[in-house]
């Protein structure tokens, strides 16, 4: 079984441009996460989708970044403008459902720094 | 949100078990406790979650107190690939919430 995958792996930008970062779930997984990792802290969850509905975003800062999942496979996460603030690894999950005895399935997430 | 507490960090000699304590006492009834780990460059992976009843898998076993209160997860034999940040992880409304997990380190 294939896992969560990721893209791109690493990327490197200046403040105020923008960047994206995609990631494809394991297949038949309704459940969604993106996390923001910060080095030496623990992940924290950005938003999550359930199909292509969004279940919660509230820790997403959203005058700058956006994520959608269209046809509730894929996703994008987007920053614009980046800040130097936004330097983390970005990890994308998924689940077989909302369910809370379902693990999530992590990948191996992107890491961006911000210059 | 729920909140964790465990140790920030532990050390094993290897091949000796490792107990490693989490405290979860705002969790609800229903939230299932679960145990991610981290190995450096790596996304977290799953290890075991839990209920109310001790529960055992190839990975590990996780003992949960009869209050629900604090968890732990056992390594029966730790070994230098078990050297990881973990995590313990309740599931709150039906989203993760992680704190700064321990960091486990293993002497040979």
């Known amino acids: 079984e294939a896992g969560v995958a990721q893209s791109p792996r690493y990327k490197i930008i200046e403040k105020r441009q923008s960047v994206a970062f995609w990631c494809n779930p394991i297949s038949g997984h309704a459940t969604l996460y993106w996390y923001q990792q910060i080095l030496g802290q623990g992940p924290k969850l950005l938003i999550q989708?359930?199909?292509?509905?969004?279940?919660?975003d509230s820790q997403l800062p959203k005058d700058r970044f956006s994520a959608e999942r269209l046809k509730g496979v894929d996703s994008t996460l987007k920053i614009q403008p980046a800040k130097l603030e936004d330097s983390a690894v970005y990890l994308c999950?998924?689940?077989?459902?909302?369910?809370?005895?379902?693990?999530?399935?992590f990948g191996p997430g992107t890491r961006l720094t911000v210059l | 949100d729920a909140k964790t507490t465990q140790p920030n960090s532990m050390e094993s000699n290897e091949e000796e078990p490792v107990h490693l304590p989490c405290n979860h006492s705002?969790?609800?009834?229903?939230?299932?406790i679960h145990w991610y780990r981290q190995l450096p460059s790596q996304g977290p992976e799953y290890v075991i979650h839990g209920l109310t009843s001790n529960v055992n898998n190839r990975m590990a076993s996780l003992a949960i107190a009869e209050d629900r209160k604090s968890s732990t997860l056992i390594l029966h034999r730790a070994t230098l690939r078990d050297a990881a940040v973990y995590y313990c992880t309740p599931n709150t409304g039906n989203q993760f919430y992680f704190g700064t997990g321990t960091s486990l380190t293993v002497i040979p």
């Open positions: 989708f359930q199909n292509n509905g969004v279940v919660d």
């Open positions: 705002t969790i609800s009834g229903t939230d299932y």
């Open positions: 999950a998924s689940s077989f459902s909302l369910a809370g005895n379902n693990e999530q399935f």
